[in-house]
């Protein structure tokens, strides 16, 4: 399934699609896989993949995440405006070369007929996965899970620059920084912010339309937590067909 | 003989290629007066945040709207007069101020609501600029 | 050791046929280091063609070509001298030097290729990562070159029956190496046109397809560089090699045939990918070179020739040599051709590559050191080539 198709299911209630849509989303496999904590939760998935990783959708049940704190990101997309503050933050705060990117802004535009389109902005960013591809394929184990917070690092000095984490990932979330000799890689500002008592990764802290909300997804308190399990909201994440168990998630409400 | 063969050999080994693709869109635009619909180039500010566009053609041309629905109670006829104060932000609109006199939901649509369609980002901004399409791809 | 040489001083420098290939051989291998240098001094993200989005180009294909070449080259030989009554008895010394050269050949692609090599040789053992096929692959690889050092040291010690225990232990590695190579794209879910159990297998069938075309040229080659008449014994092997590449082209191209009508058979992304071949950007590569130059006409020129001519056969291995080339170039490239955020605006439908100078100057160090590799044998090892030992 392509990202293309994922964002025909944008629309957080159901009757806002337009009937083409709904069909469409109909039409390419998805389902609805059910109701979820309660009857809470809607998460659409594709078919296939709600036999797969995770019986319930792409949100994991409360109580099951592997990691505390399990940082997570939730992304409120329609809110985005592509101001793309927090690039120059992301950059700013982890000297990301020009030509790289941690983190970038994709642009989307459904066509609504005549002239008119209907525009929507994607964050992306890496989805620090629970079984992520990249750190499986590094050969000389660069790159792995960080066994408290879950976050997926790096460490530049064992990087050989053989890219095959960067083949690997699904989400294009990695570059080699020539620089640094390293693939670079998105953690949440683990190193340079979280590390040092500084809660909120630089991106989060720039937007001023608090599209990115970060945290602790095992924390049943916290906003995150509470933005994913919410009733009638429907999350979904990009790309779930990989099986890569992506701790991204997208929201509309 | 085998010294041509090689050279042969490396010959074919080096002829590898690969094509490019790209895609472009045209435009095309249809007749527009300035005189009774207020300038045609779209306004964009890029403060307090990128990038947000105002089209007099849809207000004007589309909507039916009268200059003096907006000049000079909300707006000054001057490009970037707006974007310079300090209350030109999302709360005013929320408020009723500029754009919000209109946005609020009865008029037309309202500020809380399709961001999208005033805010065209800084990926619109450089599509209106830069003739069309991709900004950014490289490594 | 030039012992066969029509010229009264076997020694001297000046007669020995190859003398001036060698020097060729050296300046490729020259050139190439050089370009790989320059590559590493102004950084490969501006001498390379590779992007973010395409990290892999012609130089993975490349190491995949040669470490395919290799395994192809010691399945082959270690059949050979394990089941000795078999033809291709005669050509097995030969193969397992071969495999050693190209698998040098490949370490020197990829050695070029990464961004960060020093790190690699302790890396990979303080800190391996069992998951990784690449890890596998090195390792397995690493072990089987000196699997098969030894294995012609004893060759060339006459210490026959240990040797054939370490060829079939080399070859047990390096078809293990080879399939983990696969499974370094097979196993890749983020790349749809990749994912796949099939893939490994066909990199053996590929290997066995090259090693036969190897051998087949190489001996060739060795015959009119040494101006020697071919033995009785070593042509039949050559056509049992010829056999095996008639057989290999056809299975190959059976296998690509089913590749693509499952690409057709699945979503989108399979099929634009499966398209770039087809008909996008990378059809002439697909069509002329893979397909064409590569399995159908040498498989259709041996099977219409019976076999019966040195020349044809070469002429056929050579096509497939320079078929499996662009088949592993074309594999690398239409596994990461689709972006993987397709579908957004200003996101192309097709990723450009072309390879660079660099590029090509780092293929020409593999070549001349392959080259190299051939004519050291020729000159140190040709009595030991000549005889089907055991």
């Known amino acids: ?253 | ?139 | 050791m030039k012992g066969n040489n029509t010229t009264t001083m076997p020694t001297s420098s000046v007669t020995v046929p190859g003398n001036k290939l060698m020097w060729l051989s050296l300046f490729l291998i020259f050139i190439g280091v050089a370009g790989a240098v320059y590559a590493q001094v102004i950084g490969h993200h501006h001498a390379f063609a590779n992007t973010r989005e395409m990290p892999w180009g012609m130089l993975i294909g490349v190491y995949a070509y040669f470490a395919i070449v290799s395994t192809g080259l010691c399945l082959l030989a270690a059949f050979s001298h394990a089941f000795g009554g078999n033809q291709m008895a005669p050509l097995a010394n030969r193969m397992v030097w071969l495999s050693i050269i190209t698998l040098l050949g490949a370490f020197t692609v990829i050695g070029l290729e990464i961004e960060n090599v020093w790190r690699m040789p302790l890396g990979v053992i303080l800190h391996p990562n069992v998951t990784s096929n690449i890890w596998w692959m090195g390792t397995l690889y690493g072990i089987a070159v000196g699997v098969m050092f030894l294995e012609l040291l004893l060759i060339l010690t006459k210490r026959y029956s240990i040797a054939i225990i370490l060829g079939v232990v080399a070859a047990i590695t390096e078809a293990l190496a080879n399939s983990n190579l696969g499974s370094v794209f097979a196993s890749l879910q983020a790349k749809p046109f990749w994912y796949g159990s099939q893939l490994p297998i066909f990199f053996l069938s590929c290997a066995v397809l090259s090693g036969a075309a190897a051998i087949v040229m190489f001996t060739h080659f060795s015959h009119l560089l040494q101006r020697r008449q071919m033995a009785t014994d070593t042509f039949q092997g050559l056509q049992t090699a010829g056999k095996v590449m008639v057989l290999m082209t056809f299975l190959v191209t059976l296998a690509t045939v089913w590749k693509f009508i499952n690409a057709y058979a699945s979503n989108d992304e399979m099929i634009m990918a499966a398209d770039s071949l087809f008909k996008g950007p990378l059809a002439i590569n697909f069509w002329v070179f893979e397909i064409g130059l590569g399995l159908v006409l040498p498989g259709l020129l041996l099977a219409i020739t019976r076999l019966k001519s040195i020349s044809v056969m070469t002429a056929a291995a050579i096509m497939v040599l320079v078929g499996q080339f662009f088949s592993r170039f074309n594999l690398v490239v239409s596994g990461q051709i689709i972006p993987s955020d397709y579908g957004f605006v200003g996101v192309p439908q097709y990723l450009p590559y072309t390879p660079t100078v660099s590029e090509y100057l780092i293929v020409v160090a593999g070549l001349g050191v392959v080259g190299f590799g051939f004519l050291i044998g020729e000159r140190f090892f040709d009595e030991t080539f000549r005889t089907s030992a055991h």
């Open chain 1, 1 to 253: 399934m392509k990202i293309d198709d994922l964002e025909k299911m944008e629309s957080e209630d159901v009757s806002s699609l337009s009937s083409v849509e709904r069909r469409n989303f109909l039409k390419i496999g998805f389902a609805v896989t059910g109701m979820y904590l309660g009857g809470s939760v809607l998460s659409l998935v594709s078919v296939k993949n709600a036999h797969g990783a995770s019986a319930s959708g792409v949100v994991p049940e409360l109580g099951k995440y592997p990691y505390n704190p399990h940082y997570s990101m939730v992304l409120r997309e329609k809110l985005c405006i592509d101001c793309e503050r927090c690039k120059d933050a992301c950059v700013k705060t982890n000297n990301v070369p020009s030509y790289g990117f941690r983190t970038t802004i994709l642009e989307k535009r459904h066509s609504l007929g005549e002239d008119k389109y209907e525009t929507i902005f994607v964050p992306v960013l890496c989805n620090h996965c629970n079984r992520p591809p990249c750190v499986r394929v590094c050969p000389t184990t660069a790159t792995w899970k960080d066994e408290k917070t879950g976050i997926v690092v790096m460490e530049p000095s064992r990087c050989i620059g053989c890219k095959t984490c960067m083949a690997a990932c699904p989400y294009n979330a990695r570059y080699f920084k020539e620089e640094a000799r390293t693939v670079d890689k998105c953690d949440f500002c683990f190193q340079s912010r979280l590390s040092k008592g500084v809660m909120t990764p630089a991106c989060v802290e720039a937007c001023p339309a608090d599209v990115r909300v970060f945290g602790n997804l095992a924390d049943p308190a916290s906003r995150v937590s509470q933005l994913v399990h919410s009733p009638e909201t429907m999350v979904w994440v990009l790309r779930p067909e990989t099986g890569a168990i992506p701790n991204v998630f997208y929201i509309n409400s």
């Open chain 2, 1 to 139: 003989m085998k010294k041509l063969l090689m050279l042969m050999v490396l010959g074919v080994f080096l002829l590898t290629g690969a094509l490019l693709w790209a895609s472009g869109d045209g435009q095309e635009q249809e007749e527009y007066d300035e005189d009774t619909y207020g300038p045609k180039d779209p306004i964009i500010w890029v403060k307090p945040v990128k990038s947000v566009v105002f089209e007099h053609k849809v207000h004007t041309m589309q909507g039916g709207l009268e200059c003096d629905s907006c000049h000079d109670d909300l707006f000054e006829m001057e490009a970037g007069v707006a974007e310079e104060n300090e209350d030109f932000t999302m709360k005013t609109l929320y408020e009723g101020g500029y754009c919000g006199a209109c946005h609020d939901g009865s008029t037309a649509f309202a500020s809380n609501t399709r961001c999208t369609a005033c805010h065209i980002g800084a990926r619109g901004q450089a599509r209106l600029l830069g003739a069309d399409g991709a900004t950014e791809k490289t490594h």
